[in-house]
């Protein structure tokens, strides 16, 4: 018997999996653990070389997972002008420091923005006010929407005569001319024209970001970020520099690409792999684009919009699954839920036809946070998992309750979805949200006492960070619990998530993490 690089004990050890109690200690071997239980049995694995770090009774958890952020804008979003303030005023105030201290002519950019607490939608002229001799591009906090002053219009050629493109929409003052607000895809305009990092540039700053989502907690994040970013992942990964693992999601964009080279979902290895494609079939709930069934309340005419037409989504989702590539469709809105998971029936139906089960393809919906009841138990039957982010509850509540009423019933709604068998795969969506875990855990079981019937205990959200994500991405052999032959990533924390109020898991405080065996973040106090 090989000796064990690595031994924990005096921990109160959560494997998280059924047939194992709390454990004591837990050995490693390279990247894998190969026992799990009371500390007797573990030191037999004690070897001359073994290093072995006593937890002082901390509770130890398998490895969090996010199932669904954006490193690259979590990333960038670091570098910019961060506008995700109270008041109108005070977003232009940080927009006129950085324009003091950038050369004129050069782009300003940032991101956060939220026009509810603002009263209004802000406008060209609003930046125009604080930086006239800079062009200015900030993302909206749900990354649907881009706000620009008339410098950044003139750059991107947009003018009254540039038409909304197919799946977006140009916002326009009384006269017809763009008010420097553009909504999905019509984002793209100004997107095109703003300067980008190298890829070497961007590494770096997922270098740093990787290293920030360790320390929370994290030991594999699924991204939904473009090529650019996987370049930039490609190049830490080359260099031994992936402190957590990633699965890389592609873009619809990308789809003919990755058929053409013959690229399935998987494909990759334990650091660095390929998940599934990604389909937007509407916007967000934050400018009211989400795709519903009844009009916005207060808006009869406005029921959001279709990002990607229905029968493109068809088209491509056959395609993709018949090669191997599985599917992660965003629907936000009731409607978008319905069409997606109609969707799925032709899928499945497809799939039957090629003789290919299920559990071959573990398609997903993204973020689902209306769906109408009728619809709750297809995720089940249909075998798709709900790929959500409980934190969205929290911060979406006040603008959930203005435009969608009595609807918010069967919104953000985890204990339905479960109740009827769903699959539940939690994340953060950063940077549209904080990707700390413990405040995506914290809102999960407590909801802030909205629509408390649809909380979960501590238990299934945890399952939902670590289980839920693993199955997602066909790893559930290798990550979610803590047994032997699994990947050894775990985190010890701070305190034990079972034997505190629920209110505390906000400030839960990271020791070390673990990832392959290999400690990506230890506190200096570990061992």
């Known amino acids: 018997?090989?000796?064990?690089?690595?031994?924990?004990?005096?921990?109160?050890?959560?494997?998280?999996?059924?047939?194992?109690?709390?454990?004591?200690?837990?050995?490693?071997?390279?990247?894998?653990?190969?026992?799990?239980?009371?500390?007797?049995?573990?030191?037999?694995?004690?070897?001359?070389?073994?290093?072995?770090?006593d937890v002082g009774g901390a509770a130890v958890l398998p490895g969090l997972i996010d199932a669904h952020l954006h490193l690259e804008g979590y990333a960038r979003a670091r570098?910019?002008?961060?506008?995700?303030?109270?008041?109108?005023?005070?977003?232009?105030?940080?927009?006129?420091?950085?324009?003091?201290?950038?050369?004129?002519?050069?782009w300003i950019?940032?991101?956060?923005?939220?026009?509810?607490?603002?009263?209004?939608?802000?406008?060209?002229?609003?930046?125009?006010?604080?930086?006239?001799?800079?062009?200015?591009?900030?993302?909206?906090?749900?990354?649907?929407?881009?706000?620009?002053?008339?410098?950044?219009?003139?750059?991107?050629?947009?003018?009254?005569?540039?038409?909304?493109?197919?799946?977006?929409?140009?916002?326009?003052?009384?006269?017809?001319?763009?008010?420097?607000?553009?909504?999905?895809?019509?984002?793209?305009?100004?997107?095109?024209?703003l300067p980008e990092p190298t890829v070497e540039e961007l590494a770096e700053a997922l270098y740093e970001a990787l290293h920030e989502l360790a320390a929370l907690g994290l030991t594999t994040v699924h991204n939904f970020d473009g090529p650019r970013s996987l370049a930039a992942l490609q190049v830490l990964h080359q260099r031994g520099d992936l402190p957590v693992r990633v699965i890389q999601h592609l873009p619809l964009e990308v789809l003919d690409h990755a058929l053409a080279v013959g690229l399935r979902t998987g494909f990759g290895d334990p650091w660095l792999r390929i998940g599934a494609v990604k389909i937007f079939a509407d916007g967000a709930l934050g400018p009211r684009t989400a795709w519903m069934l009844e009009p916005y309340e207060?808006?009869?005419?406005?029921?959001?919009?279709?990002?990607?037409?229905?029968?493109?989504?068809?088209?491509?989702?056959?395609?993709?699954?018949?090669?191997?590539?599985?599917l992660a469709i965003h629907a936000i809105g009731d409607r978008a839920n319905r069409e997606v998971l109609d969707l799925y029936e032709e899928v499945r139906a497809l799939e039957a036809r090629l003789g290919i089960p299920p559990e071959a393809r573990r398609h997903r919906i993204e973020h689902a946070q209306r769906v109408h009841p009728e619809d709750l138990p297809h995720f089940a039957?249909?075998?798709?998992?709900?790929?959500?982010?409980?934190?969205?509850?929290?911060?979406?509540?006040?603008?959930?309750?203005r435009y969608w009423g009595k609807r918010c019933a069967t919104a953000y709604a985890w204990r339905s979805l479960k109740a009827h068998g769903a699959r539940l795969a939690f994340g953060s969506d950063a940077p549209v949200e904080s990707p700390n875990p413990w405040w995506g855990l914290h809102a999960a079981v407590v909801r802030e006492g909205w629509y408390p019937e649809q909380a979960l205990s501590l238990l299934e959200a945890l399952e939902a960070y670590t289980v839920g994500p693993a199955w997602a991405a066909g790893l559930e052999r290798r990550q979610g619990r803590l047994r032997p032959g699994m990947w050894a990533d775990l985190v010890v924390l701070e305190a034990d998530p079972f034997h505190i109020p629920p209110q505390d898991l906000p400030s839960m405080g990271v020791r070390g993490t673990l990832v392959g065996g290999r400690w990506a973040y230890r506190r200096h106090d570990l061992g």
């Open 1 to 53: 018997m090989r000796e064990a690089d690595l031994i924990l004990i005096n921990g109160r050890i959560y494997p998280l999996d059924p047939e194992s109690p709390v454990a004591e200690a837990l050995a490693v071997v390279g990247e894998e653990i190969v026992a799990v239980g009371a500390a007797e049995r573990v030191r037999a694995w004690r070897g001359p070389r073994t290093m072995v770090v």
């Open 79 to 106: 570098m910019g002008v961060a506008v995700d303030t109270p008041t109108l005023e005070e977003a232009l105030e940080r927009v006129a420091r950085r324009a003091a201290l950038t050369p004129p002519g050069e």
């Open 109 to 193: 950019v940032g991101r956060g923005w939220l026009q509810e607490p603002w009263g209004r939608f802000p406008t060209a002229d609003d930046l125009d006010r604080v930086a006239p001799n800079h062009p200015v591009a900030l993302w909206a906090r749900s990354g649907h929407a881009l706000w620009a002053n008339r410098e950044a219009m003139r750059r991107a050629g947009v003018t009254r005569e540039t038409s909304d493109p197919p799946g977006g929409r140009i916002g326009r003052g009384p006269d017809g001319a763009p008010n420097g607000l553009f909504f999905e895809q019509a984002t793209a305009l100004i997107a095109r024209v």
């Open 298 to 326: 207060g808006e009869p005419e406005n029921v959001g919009m279709a990002f990607t037409p229905p029968e493109v989504m068809r088209e491509a989702a056959r395609r993709a699954t018949a090669a191997g590539l599985w």
């Open 381 to 401: 039957r249909l075998g798709i998992i709900a790929s959500m982010q409980p934190i969205h509850a929290v911060s979406d509540r006040p603008m959930a309750e």
